[in-house]
């Protein structure tokens, strides 16, 4: 087991590593497994970044996520703007069903809001906003509208994880109450974690999932 010391260690060389954050703007601590991140970035995608880069380290149980959004005077934008270039990036994305999702924009925070088939399209919609200018945090609201059975819902996931190499499918019990998935068993890391989460919302019909993995 690694010493807090060590955590802190490699999860800063982490984050050196990762291209699309600047680590000299991010403070890292560690404590019995949780890494706490602070300091402060010019766009929320860093932060998302930032806590991507960090659950991939070993040994890491928990994350508390505070960095800042800050911008520069200069680069501000009002919330009508920030709502009307997120309107206008999902326009464009061919991935959002951007007649389905409203905005809604209060000091930068965005919420986004509506329903919608598919994961993939709530997740599609909530990267094309992450990357704007002025976007200091992101309420994704969308909702996936179940359309199979349970047991069709469990078979897809199950399935899944058995194609995934980053999985152990035998280590991941899956439950599904309408498209509400519930993921217990064991995994070795948050990255793992995350793939498992990453790969049931994968799944047609999933409108919620629950993670209750343990990171051994």
């Known amino acids: ?15 050196r590593w990762e291209p699309s954050v600047d680590a000299a703007h991010i403070g890292v601590t560690a404590k019995n ?7 402060h970035v010019p766009y929320y995608s860093q932060k998302r970044a930032a806590e991507s880069a960090t659950e991939r380290v070993s040994g890491v149980k928990g994350i508390a996520e505070e960095i800042q959004t800050s911008l520069s005077d200069f680069s501000k934008h009002t919330d009508p703007d920030i709502a009307e270039a997120a309107i206008t990036a999902m326009r464009w994305n061919t991935l959002v069903p951007n007649e389905k999702i409203q905005v ?17 399209q709530r997740e599609a919609a909530k990267r094309t906003v992450e990357n704007l200018t002025g976007v200091k ?7 996936v509208k179940p359309h199979t059975s349970p047991v069709q819902v469990e078979d897809h996931i199950k399935k899944s994880f058995e194609r995934n190499a980053q999985l152990d499918a035998n280590m991941i019990k899956v439950e599904a109450h309408g498209g509400e998935v519930i993921l217990k068993g064991t995994v070795r890391s948050m990255a793992e974690s995350r793939d498992a989460t990453t790969a049931a919302w994968g799944a047609p019909g999933v409108s919620l999932v629950t993670n209750q993995l343990h990171i051994a």
């Open 1 to 15: 087991m690694k010493t807090d010391s060590q955590l802190q260690q490699d999860v800063q060389a982490e984050l």
């Open 33 to 39: 497994g949780v890494v706490t991140l602070t300091g």
């Open 104 to 120: 809604k924009v209060e000091n930068g925070m965005v919420t986004l809001l509506g329903d919608v088939d598919w994961n993939y």
């Open 137 to 143: 945090w992101i309420s994704n609201e969308v909702n």
